[in-house]
């Protein structure tokens, strides 16, 4: 959170963001499960202005060996920004807060997975961000479970997440790039709705506890909702390749 | 591209396949995979381009950015291409700073927009000795299924013709799009055996003795060259592969617009 000036105005008088919506309203989201040749699973997803694609190799080989774990598979996420993704071009490369986005995501991603069945084993999960704008962190993990999934990787459940905050003094849900530059909070959360169990989540800023209780309410409820778009992802990648999920078809591949 | 092994059942069908004049995938030996170019897809970048050829998937952003020029070239803008094989578009790719191929691929890229003199530099001096533009190419590979050098080259041909010079936010006037000289394409061959493929496959990458990567404006003038991998070309072989490129960029400059 980098401060309210007090000249920028978030939320107007009758209630609306400045992107239009109303405060516990989704931006559009949209996921294509599949879109990757080389990839064991992927998956392509758009979030309000954000662009996220997701692959997942393996369960492969792990890499450095001493990470290996005898009894179960590890997941390994590494998060990226394309250099173009931001306003400032960010140098290409790892940087402190994509090491700490990606290990989060990685110990999100392992709980839904069931590694017992491959020890020794790796599963790497790569997010690039194409385009950021808020909220990169949950539309990936939202993006890379839909991929774990395409890969035909045995799991508890898929991982849906959201972003909450706090901008002109008011909860709002799915923050946009100026509610979360300007805003005062921000709440990354990941849920699954059918058990309610959290599997990610951050916070910073200043909220009080009323208003965590909303903003996790908001949460949950679009948490099921990003479920929702989720499965039906799947759903149109098997019935396109007649349950043949696995192999090489570029040809559902839009342009 | 280091790639990983391939079978000697597939390399036998291949040369197999290669003695009887064909390839894995039916095409001609001139003949390249689909090319499917969308341009404009990545709002934060002042140009951006989506290319695919056959398999192979890549993505193009350019940044601007106002900076100092190189003090043996005061009145021109500065070019920068770097190209990241990221681990999510082959498993043979590992994450971490640019490796060789990268590094190879990156400055072949950069070679023929340069030596084409594709962006007119001289435009992008503000001040000079002072104040240029500096361009940011950057390239990620999204899916990797063979011939890298010339899908990278067409995402960062595509970017360029889709770049607006950002003067508004820097105070430097109006708007304008990239001042543009030349229209380079480049084709990239393969030998294997006897035959000369363009636009290989991984697989075909895999068994490929040499290769050659030809950039050529639109007066059909040669602008760069590349050979690469450890094997020999004859001089006839590089006539007919010149030649081949220029009848082919014709037709492939349509495509990239």
Not at chain 2, 73 to 80: A, C, I, S, W
Not at chain 2, 185 to 206: R, Y
Request: aromatic share 6%; proline share 5%; hydrophobic share 40%.
């Amino acid at each position: 959170m980098s401060g309210t000036p007090s000249d920028i105005k978030l939320i107007y008088e009758n209630g609306i963001r400045i992107d239009g919506r109303k405060a516990d309203e989704m931006r559009p989201l949209k996921i294509e499960a599949g879109v990757l040749k080389r990839a064991d699973g992927s998956a392509y997803l758009e979030w309000g202005k954000n662009k996220i694609i997701a692959a997942v190799y393996g369960p492969r080989e792990c890499h450095p060996r001493h990470m290996q774990n005898p009894a179960k598979a590890i997941v390994q996420c590494k998060y990226n920004m394309m250099s173009f993704s931001v306003s400032d071009r960010k140098r290409p490369g790892p940087d402190r807060r994509s090491i700490e986005i990606s290990k989060i995501i990685s110990e999100a991603l392992e709980y839904v997975v069931f590694t017992e069945n491959f020890p020794r084993t790796s599963i790497d999960v790569y997010i690039e961000v194409l385009q950021a704008n808020a909220g990169t962190r949950v539309a990936g993990l939202t993006a890379a479970s839909v991929a774990l999934a395409d890969a035909g990787i045995p799991m508890k459940d898929l991982v849906p997440a959201v972003a909450v905050g706090k901008a002109d003094g008011q909860i709002v849900l799915d923050l946009n790039k100026e509610e979360d530059n300007y805003g005062s909070a921000d709440l990354p959360i990941a849920m699954i709705p059918r058990t309610g169990e959290v599997l990610l989540m951050q916070m910073d800023g200043h909220m009080t506890m009323e208003e965590v209780d909303k903003a996790l309410g908001y949460a949950k409820k679009a948490c099921q909702e990003i479920y929702e778009v989720q499965k039906d992802a799947l759903r149109r990648r098997y019935a396109m390749s007649g349950g043949d999920a696995g192999e090489d078809d570029s040809s559902d591949e839009e342009a | 591209m280091s790639e990983d092994v391939i079978s000697q059942i597939k390399k036998g069908h291949i040369h197999k396949l290669l003695s009887m004049g064909r390839r894995m995938d039916g095409r001609a030996a001139d003949e390249y995979r689909p090319i499917i170019v969308e341009t404009g897809i990545i709002e934060s970048a002042q140009g951006s381009a989506r290319v695919k050829v056959g398999g192979t998937d890549v993505v193009v952003g350019v940044k601007m950015d106002i900076g100092s020029p190189f003090a043996d070239t005061p009145d021109r803008g500065v070019l920068t291409t770097n190209a990241e094989l990221i681990p999510l578009a082959s498993p043979t790719f590992e994450s971490g700073p640019p490796d060789p191929s990268a590094i190879e691929l990156a400055r072949v890229i950069d070679r023929g927009i340069r030596e084409s003199e594709m962006i007119d530099l001289q435009k992008l001096c503000i001040v000079e000795g002072e104040e240029v533009w500096i361009n940011f190419v950057d390239i990620y590979v999204l899916d990797y299924d063979g011939n890298l050098f010339d899908a990278c080259f067409y995402g960062a041909v595509a970017a360029l013709k889709n770049t607006i010079v950002p003067a508004e936010e820097h105070g430097k006037g109006e708007n304008y799009p990239m001042p543009l000289s030349h229209f380079p394409i480049q084709t990239t061959a393969v030998k294997i055996e006897n035959s000369i493929l363009f636009d290989p496959t991984l697989d075909e990458e895999k068994v490929a003795d040499a290769r050659l990567s030809v950039t050529t404006d639109e007066n059909g003038d040669l602008r760069a060259m590349q050979k690469g991998l450890a094997g020999a070309l004859t001089l006839d072989e590089v006539k007919s592969i010149i030649d081949t490129s220029l009848r082919l960029s014709k037709g492939l400059r349509e495509i990239i617009g």
